[in-house]
C-alpha cells in the first residue's frame, strides 16, 4: 500500500533525527539506474535480496530527492 501513497503524493519527510527535510520521492523507472541503485539497497539492506527471489512482481525502487 506504501507504493500506491508515494505515487499518489511523492511531497514527503524525512526525518533525521530532529531534522527534517522536505523531499520528492520519484519511481526509479530507468533500467540501469535502478540496476545501480538495486545493488546499493541490497548492499544496505541485505534481505532485499531474498525477499525479490520469492516474488514474481518487482519491488518498486523509489529516491527522495530535496524539494517539494
Known amino acids: 500500500v506504501w507504493v500506491y501513497n508515494l505515487r499518489a ?4 519527510e524525512i526525518r533525521d533525527h530532529t531534522v527534517v527535510q522536505a523531499m520528492r ?4 523507472e530507468d533500467e540501469a539506474e535502478r ?5 546499493l539497497a541490497v548492499a544496505a539492506y541485505p534481505p532485499y535480496a531474498d525477499y525479490q527471489t520469492r516474488t514474481t512482481r518487482r519491488i ?3 529516491v527522495a530527492e530535496p524539494g517539494n
Open 9 to 12: 503524493n511523492p511531497a514527503v
Open 25 to 28: 520521492v520519484r519511481e526509479v
Open 35 to 39: 540496476a545501480r541503485l538495486w545493488v
Open 60 to 62: 518498486p525502487l523509489f
